[in-house]
């Protein structure tokens, strides 16, 4: 199975829809996002562009939780699990949050096959122990690209992608 790994979007709807294009061209089945949305309607177009499983962490400009909230249970694929998500996909625990100092934190743990952050905007992979860390970097394209990320649970590797 292939998880795309996306953050910080901070609205910019227009990289978002290139994104989301690149995602499904994969054909990846399920999308963690790690934080950043900005404004409820970002939420709203990535889950309305990805039919799978959309497993969310909040960032540090998440404002209107409320507003995202209500979008999440009316799209239907979105699951908010607030500052930190542990999920199991296809066999693979995965850990999630925003933060960069928590995500390398969590990978040296070893307890996660998978540990996803964002924040920072910086593209990451790297392997800590068993530990695959990712950085998808960012969608916002503040420091000039577009990256996300994809992982694949059978081969336990990631790869970044630059749209």
């Known amino acids: 199975m292939h998880i795309a790994i996306v953050s910080d979007i901070h609205d910019n709807i227009w ?38 499983p959309v497993h969310v962490v909040w960032g540090n400009n998440d404002g209107d939780k409320w507003l995202l909230t209500v979008i999440a249970n009316q799209v ?47 593209a990451l992979i790297e392997t800590v122990g068993e530990t695959v860390l990712v950085n998808p970097g960012e969608v916002m394209s503040r420091f000039g690209k577009t990256t996300f990320a994809i992982y694949d649970t059978e081969t336990h590797t990631a790869e970044l992608v630059e749209v």
């Open 76 to 122: 239907g694929n979105v699951t908010l699990h607030g500052e930190f998500a542990e999920i199991e996909v296809a066999g693979r625990k995965i850990g999630v949050n925003h933060y960069p100092p928590l995500g390398r934190r969590l990978a040296e743990s070893g307890a996660y096959d998978l540990v996803c952050y964002g924040h920072d905007h910086q």
């Open 15 to 52: 990289k978002l829809e290139a994104v989301s294009a690149a995602i499904n061209q994969r054909g990846t089945e399920c999308l963690i996002f790690c934080g950043d949305f900005c404004a409820p309607f970002t939420l709203k177009q990535l889950a309305e562009n990805f039919e799978g």
